[in-house]
């Protein structure tokens, strides 16, 4: 079955870590970009991250830059939103998605991890 599934999430302090993961199964991801985007509850979604396919570039929000850090493993066809320093602000659902022209899945959305991060 093709889909990305994200993982990761919880509840943590101000100031805790998390590292999230996203997994594509059923395909190969390598060629694929993939992007984070959070929505709060009641907000716009919001893009978090974006990393290129095979790795070769990193771009983040200004919300995000100096406190979290996107990383992929090919082998496992996973991406990773490690996050430092969080803040209640923080809070929200955290979701992955998939881009690209060379993307054999493109657009797709994973179901989201659950972040909390309380004061």
């Known amino acids: 079955q093709v889909q990305l599934v994200e993982s990761g999430g919880g509840s943590v302090q101000t100031g805790g870590s998390l590292r999230l993961s996203c997994t594509a199964h059923?395909?190969?991801?390598?060629?694929?970009?993939v992007e984070w985007y959070r929505q709060a509850a009641g907000e716009q979604r919001q893009w978090v991250s974006t990393?290129?396919?095979?790795?070769?570039?990193?771009n983040y929000a200004v919300a995000a830059k100096g406190r979290f850090t996107v990383s992929r493993d090919l082998a496992k066809d996973t991406v990773y939103l490690q996050m430092t320093s969080l803040r209640p602000e923080d809070t929200a659902m955290y979701s992955c998605?998939?881009?690209?022209?060379?993307?054999?899945?493109?657009?797709?959305w994973g179901q989201g991890t659950q972040v909390t991060v309380s004061s």
């Open positions: 990393i290129g396919p095979h790795g070769a570039t990193t």
């Open positions: 998605h998939t881009y690209g022209v060379s993307c054999p899945k493109p657009d797709y």
């Open positions: 059923g395909f190969a991801s390598s060629n694929c970009g």
